[in-house]
């Protein structure tokens, strides 16, 4: 009378294992880079908040005038020294990020101004806020 055996053979282990081999080389190329996108949407989150902020303190300046946070006129620059910036937002920002000024057009209330939100690093893309100013 024969014993059956029960069990994986020497070949169909190594077939998994390559198996196994291929489908991880594969995912790691997926989750390799993720800097560029994490800082990428580090820059959209900030340029967001910016123009929420801008939102909220120009329909700030129009139901009592004169009261704003931060008076965002032709002489605000998009700085992290700036002062009507900082006054937007209390805690400032990080510093692995810069604002740089696409365009200086406030001529009056009302009147919108680009800023460019980019990382210190090279990684990721660049994203812009729309500031609304307050005064002129």
């Known amino acids: 009378m024969q014993k059956s055996q029960k069990g994986f053979t020497l070949v169909e282990l190594v077939v998994v294992i390559v198996l196994l081999g291929i489908l991880g080389v594969t995912a790691l190329g997926k989750f390799q880079d993720l800097s560029g996108d994490a800082t990428t949407a580090a820059n959209a989150g900030i340029a967001s908040e910016m123009s929420a902020a801008s939102s909220i303190n120009y329909a700030k300046s129009i139901v009592d005038p004169g009261n704003e946070d931060a008076t965002i006129d032709s002489s605000t620059v998009c700085d992290e020294a700036d002062t009507n910036i900082i006054e937007l937002f209390a805690a400032g920002f990080p510093g692995v990020h810069n604002l740089a000024a696409t365009a200086n057009v406030c ?9 460019t939100v980019a990382a210190d690093s090279t990684l990721g893309t660049s994203a812009t806020a729309t500031l609304i100013c307050t005064g002129a």
């Open 107 to 115: 001529t009056g209330p009302g009147d919108t101004m680009a800023c």
